[in-house]
């Protein structure tokens, strides 16, 4: 197959799309197939790059690390048109996404969008929440993935909101995957985490809490900050280690210090991605309590990484975090510091074959085989939409069954 992305977000902007969007192109590219991303220009780009078609873009309102597309729709079809593409899938609901759309509207192929975002979680970034409510989300999601031939839910949590939503296209949960050797690491010595923890100012015999992610108000990091003393009351040699960058790191900074708590808070701003998978291994245990994320690469990466985790539980993560080995999901924000302290206290080891049985489940690999099926059960919807029959799951499968079957005579 010949596939076009449609993204308003990719590198050299970091995020958890760009490092999903990658992912996926190389995996479905050792499956044999051809990836092409149409995204948004941006200042800090390589000029010349394979596969990869920029539009012209502006900073978005309220992020302005982030762009957005604004013209190029003839651009981007004829382009389209003269790579043959079979498929076209999406990844935002703005300017990218519309072009996609439209892009295979014309060439009349099918468009699978991922619900990446979970936008009624920002809304307090245009005017404070004050313009845009969640009925409007509500209105414009279900409109705009309705319109596509299959969406891609990379959690039960998605699924769950796009049905509120209204949405009534064919969805299937296909959870990131991560490439895992990026995690593994048996280059990584105790020598070199030892240093980091030192540069770190942690020493051996303390516990390092490692947070790592957008500092932004929803991501929710003030609730482990604001419940770190009771932390430190039951384990005084707990140190928190914040890892990342964000409009909302002031903010942090000023509450550990209002809570007498700096000498026990270190942030260090954003770390290089090759460095991160050393973050991972020198910490003792990871902690988050977003509740923003459609699923969150970083509990796959420190699961890889053989890091115990305490986070904020919801419908993915409660399954993802199933063994207790692994870590511990807790129900509400302030449940956090309880959850964490009775966890570390019962110093349970981690178990090698629940570790192995999950990293087949969010490997790289898997992803894009799910991915490849996915798709090719929407081509068969579509070319049965587009015969006017009707298509529903049972007839796709029986039809792709028999192409199946076909093609390997």
Same mark, same amino acid.
């Given at each position: 197959?010949?596939?076009?992305?449609?993204?308003?977000?990719?590198?050299?902007?970091?995020?958890?799309?760009?490092?999903?969007?990658?992912?996926?192109?190389?995996?479905?590219?050792?499956?044999?197939?051809?990836?092409?991303?149409?995204?948004?220009?941006?200042?800090?780009?390589?000029?010349?790059?394979?596969?990869?078609?920029?539009?012209?873009? @502006?900073?978005?309102?309220?992020?302005?690390?982030?762009?957005?597309?604004?013209?190029?729709?003839?651009?981007?079809?004829?382009?389209?048109?003269?790579?043959?593409?079979?498929?076209?899938?999406? =990844?935002?609901?703005?300017?990218?996404?519309?072009?996609?759309?439209?892009?295979? +509207?014309?060439?009349?192929?099918?468009?699978?969008?991922?619900?990446?975002?979970?936008?009624?979680?920002?809304? =307090?970034?245009?005017?404070?929440?004050?313009?845009?409510?969640?009925?409007?989300?509500?209105?414009?999601?279900?409109?705009?993935? +309705? =319109? $596509?031939?299959?969406?891609?839910?990379?959690?039960?949590?998605?699924?769950?909101?796009?049905?509120?939503?209204?949405? /009534?296209?064919?969805?299937?949960?296909?959870?990131?995957?991560?490439?895992?050797?990026?995690?593994?690491?048996?280059?990584?010595?105790?020598?070199?985490?030892?240093?980091?923890?030192?540069?770190?100012?942690? $020493?051996?015999? #303390?516990?390092?809490?490692?947070?790592?992610?957008?500092?932004?108000?929803?991501?929710?990091?003030?609730?482990?900050?604001?419940?770190?003393? #009771?932390?430190?009351?039951?384990?005084?040699?707990?140190?928190?280690?914040?890892?990342?960058?964000?409009?909302?790191?002031?903010?942090?900074?000023?509450?550990?210090?209002?809570?007498?708590?700096?000498? $026990?808070?270190?942030?260090?701003?954003?770390?290089?991605?090759? /460095? @991160?998978? %050393?973050?991972? =291994?020198?910490?003792?245990?990871?902690?988050?309590?977003?509740?923003? #994320?459609?699923?969150?690469?970083?509990?796959?990466?420190?699961?890889?990484?053989?890091?115990?985790?305490?986070?904020?539980? +919801?419908?993915?993560? /409660?399954?993802?975090?199933?063994?207790?080995?692994?870590?511990?999901?807790?129900?509400?924000?302030?449940?956090?510091?309880?959850?964490?302290?009775?966890? @570390?206290?019962? +110093?349970?080891?981690?178990?090698?074959?629940?570790?192995?049985?999950?990293?087949?489940?969010?490997?790289?690999?898997?992803?894009?085989?799910?991915?490849?099926?996915?798709?090719?059960?929407?081509?068969?919807?579509?070319?049965?939409?587009?015969?006017?029959?009707?298509?529903? @799951?049972?007839?796709?499968?029986?039809? %792709?069954?028999?192409?199946?079957?076909? /093609?390997?005579?």
């Amino acid at each position: 197959m010949r596939i076009g992305f449609f993204t308003d977000t990719y590198f050299p902007q970091v995020s958890g799309v760009s490092t999903s969007i990658r992912t996926l192109k190389i995996e479905l590219e050792k499956l044999g197939h051809e990836v092409y991303i149409f995204t948004t220009t941006d200042p800090d780009a390589l000029e010349l790059e394979k596969d990869i078609v920029r539009m012209p873009s @502006v900073p978005f309102v309220s992020f302005k690390d982030r762009r957005i597309v604004v013209r190029g729709m003839w651009f981007a079809y004829q382009v389209a048109k003269d790579l043959q593409l079979d498929l076209i899938h999406t =990844h935002t609901e703005f300017g990218a996404g519309f072009l996609g759309k439209m892009v295979a +509207n014309r060439l009349e192929i099918p468009v699978i969008h991922t619900y990446h975002t979970m936008y009624e979680d920002y809304l =307090h970034y245009i005017a404070n929440g004050k313009v845009v409510r969640p009925g409007a989300v509500k209105y414009f999601i279900g409109r705009f993935v +309705n =319109h $596509s031939t299959g969406v891609v839910c990379p959690s039960e949590r998605v699924v769950n909101t796009l049905k509120r939503y209204d949405v /009534n296209i064919p969805m299937k949960v296909i959870p990131t995957g991560i490439d895992i050797k990026q995690y593994l690491r048996p280059d990584i010595t105790k020598e070199m985490t030892d240093q980091l923890r030192l540069d770190l100012g942690i $020493s051996s015999d #303390e516990i390092m809490a490692l947070s790592l992610s957008r500092i932004s108000y929803e991501k929710n990091i003030q609730v482990i900050v604001k419940q770190f003393p #009771e932390v430190l009351e039951a384990l005084p040699n707990v140190r928190l280690v914040i890892v990342g960058k964000g409009p909302y790191r002031k903010d942090l900074e000023e509450m550990a210090e209002d809570l007498n708590i700096s000498k $026990s808070v270190v942030f260090t701003g954003e770390v290089p991605h090759e /460095n @991160v998978s %050393l973050y991972y =291994h020198a910490a003792d245990y990871f902690v988050s309590a977003s509740t923003s #994320e459609t699923q969150g690469l970083t509990y796959a990466e420190a699961i890889a990484s053989g890091l115990q985790c305490c986070v904020e539980g +919801n419908e993915y993560l /409660n399954q993802l975090f199933d063994k207790p080995s692994l870590g511990v999901t807790y129900k509400n924000d302030q449940d956090f510091a309880k959850t964490f302290i009775e966890y @570390v206290q019962r +110093n349970i080891s981690l178990n090698t074959s629940d570790r192995a049985q999950k990293l087949k489940e969010i490997s790289a690999e898997k992803f894009g085989e799910d991915m490849q099926d996915f798709y090719q059960e929407m081509l068969v919807h579509y070319q049965l939409e587009t015969e006017n029959k009707t298509a529903p @799951v049972e007839k796709v499968r029986m039809k %792709l069954t028999s192409l199946k079957n076909s /093609n390997s005579k």
